[in-house]
């Protein structure tokens, strides 16, 4: 596709429910990025891929968070019996490889948990 | 440990006017440098990056940033804002290894 695109762009939980995000990279780009941005702050990094490989995920939060890329393309960060402080903006971003490399954003999925 | 400040939450400048946004980081490496712009609910849009070589880096929409060691410092700049650029930028580093770290990101308001 033309960019990076997620699903879906708003979901609304309740607390102790499961959620799911997709995110559809740039086609051919082998680097996967998640973050993840709370109301007025800067995306905070939560993981990243190369095609199916998760090489950090360093930045999840708890094991709540797990995130997976099984065919090194279409990933999705799921988030288990969601809190309250999970509320906030989920980015997904691609790139062609290995760093440094420009990082291609999509619109982000956010969410709210009451 | 590695760290972005961007002192500003906020600036207003007038249309047509010059502009600056300030980035501070805290790296021990050379580091990769980027600024970001997110207009309300989009996803960042690359301005520029400075990976090595001149300081003084152009970038899309007539930005430009300049790298300065000494003053660990990567500062954005505009000489004539446009109202369309009122959004919020973000200055970020990337660490050598995968991980970009991101200020909390200054907003810029345009009044006519």
């Known amino acids: ?114 | 440990a590695q760290s972005v400040t961007q002192p500003d939450i906020h600036i207003t400048v007038s249309e047509g006017a010059s502009l600056e946004l300030r980035c501070n980081y805290s790296y021990g490496a050379t580091p990769y440098l980027f600024w970001y712009v997110q207009s309300p609910g989009q996803g960042l849009q690359l301005l520029l990056k400075y990976f090595s070589g001149d300081t003084l880096v152009q970038g899309i929409k007539g930005f430009e940033a300049e790298f300065k060691r000494s003053q660990s410092s990567f500062n954005l700049r505009k000489p004539s804002v446009h109202w369309s650029d009122a959004a919020e930028y973000f200055c970020g580093v990337g660490t050598g290894g995968f991980k970009t770290i991101f200020g909390a990101g200054t907003r810029l308001f345009v009044k006519a």
């Open chain 1, 1 to 114: 596709g033309a960019g990076v695109s997620q699903s879906p762009r708003y979901k609304v939980a309740k607390r102790g429910q499961d959620v799911a995000l997709r995110c559809d990279p740039i086609s051919g780009h082998v680097s996967l990025f998640w973050y993840q941005q709370a109301l007025g702050q800067g995306p905070e990094f939560l993981t990243y891929f190369q095609n199916e490989a998760q090489l950090d995920k360093s930045g999840l939060p708890s094991d709540r968070f797990f995130a997976e890329r099984p065919e090194g393309s279409v990933s999705t960060l799921k988030i288990q019996r969601t809190q309250q402080e999970d509320s906030a903006v989920y980015l997904c971003a691609s790139s062609r490889g290995g760093q440094p490399e420009t990082q291609y954003f999509g619109p982000g999925t956010r969410l709210l948990v009451l």
